[in-house]
């Protein structure tokens, strides 16, 4: 059984930074494409970040770009997302998530999910 694992949310100051983590198991992980998607309160979910299953490739939302770092550790089953310079924007729910074919950048597809963690921006 497919399951992921998320940790690493909280609260933290604007400025400030977080890493989450996602820790997998029930499957081969490192055949499977991991992403990171966020919600915020009243808005449609958004990809943010992508990493692949083979070649490290990544992408990043425009919104995150140069701040987030996506990072996988196959031999532990993790996929990190760290994130620096927080702005009251990126409050929301972060869940991570898995495909098996396709380019990472097409946050279309995704269909493992794990349960979420928040992450709330706040002075």
């Known amino acids: 059984q497919l399951q992921f694992v998320e940790s690493g949310g909280g609260l933290v100051q604007p400025g400030g930074s977080l890493r989450l983590s996602c820790t997998a198991s029930?499957?081969?992980?490192?055949?499977?494409?991991i992403a990171w998607f966020r919600q915020a309160p009243g808005k449609e979910r958004e990809g943010v970040s992508c990493?692949?299953?083979?070649?490290?490739?990544?992408n990043y939302a425009d919104s995150v770009n140069g701040r987030f770092t996506i990072s996988r550790d196959n031999a532990k089953n993790t996929v990190y997302l760290q994130m620096n310079s927080l702005k009251p924007e990126d409050t929301a729910i972060y869940y991570c998530?898995?495909?098996?074919?396709?380019?990472?950048?097409?946050?279309?597809?995704?269909?493992?999910w794990g349960q979420g963690t928040q992450v709330t921006v706040s002075s």
């Open positions: 998530a898995a495909k098996r074919w396709g380019p990472c950048e097409n946050y279309r597809g995704y269909n493992y």
């Open positions: 990493i692949s299953s083979s070649s490290g490739m990544t």
């Open positions: 029930g499957f081969t992980f490192d055949d499977y494409i």
